[in-house]
């Protein structure tokens, strides 16, 4: 059962205009959310969060939009360069006393053309 | 890599054999995690540590078990290797208090013929 689900395997964005990856969950016990960047041969690396008492995380080109009644969330990058080709994750946890557990999603693969 | 080491980073081996992964982080972080990434299911979680010989099963844990006997290590074992644990390993710290975001080291590639 996949509890976090990125239904667009990939995308691709031409250089300059918006990027726009999708998420959704189906555990509302999830408090927490964070995308995740990844090249290959690397381990991910964090890349912006939102607690779920926000709707909006804004860190320079990126922005994370939560919508929690409709268990959603979204980051934006604008404008997309071609370094931000890579693969994207995005994970959630719940506070449960003892370790914040990460569930990812399957990920989106980014593609920034010229 | 926020002082995660995983080694090795590649290893071919056989099925049936016994593979241990070592995660070794250099700022004593409590938490320790290993995750593996596949195709069309991203990171999931086999086993965490809160502590030393502090562990817990993650949900894909079965044919792995993890020790930790000190603080910086934390081993993942495949008591007897199959093909379907030919993956990539990541191992992750915790660095901060709770809901923090994790750290990941390189990754280890682990085939299994």
């Known amino acids: 059962d996949q509890q976090v689900k990125q239904n667009s395997p990939s995308l691709s964005v031409q250089e300059g205009r918006i990027s726009i990856l999708n998420c959704d969950y189906t555990?509302?016990?999830?408090?927490?959310f964070l995308w995740y960047k990844k090249y290959p041969a690397e381990g991910p690396t964090f890349l912006i969060s939102?607690?779920?008492?926000?709707d909006k995380n804004e860190d320079g080109r990126f922005t994370v939009f939560l919508n929690k009644s409709a268990k959603h969330l979204s980051l934006h990058i604008v404008p997309s360069q071609p370094g931000d080709s890579a693969v994207y994750f995005c994970a959630a946890s719940a506070m449960d006393g003892t370790a914040s557990k990460l569930t990812f999603g399957t990920g989106t693969r980014l593609q920034v053309t010229l | 890599d926020a002082g995660i080491t995983q080694s090795p980073r590649h290893k071919v081996t056989e099925t049936g054999t016994p593979v241990t992964l070592r995660c070794h982080q250099t700022e004593n972080h409590r938490y320790m995690y290993w995750y593996r990434q596949d195709p069309g299911h991203g990171l999931r979680l086999i086993h965490y540590s809160y502590g030393v010989k502090d562990t817990d099963k993650g949900e894909v844990s079965d044919g792995y078990s993890v020790s930790r006997s000190k603080t910086e290590d934390f081993l993942l074992t495949l008591e007897s290797a199959t093909s379907s644990q030919t993956s990539v390993y990541f191992c992750?710290?915790?660095?901060?208090?709770?809901?923090?975001?994790?750290?990941f080291g390189n990754g280890t590639r682990l085939t299994v013929t």
């Open positions: 555990n509302s016990m999830f408090d927490y």
């Open positions: 939102i607690s779920s008492i926000k």
């Open positions: 992750a710290i915790r660095p901060g208090q709770d809901n923090s975001p994790l750290h």
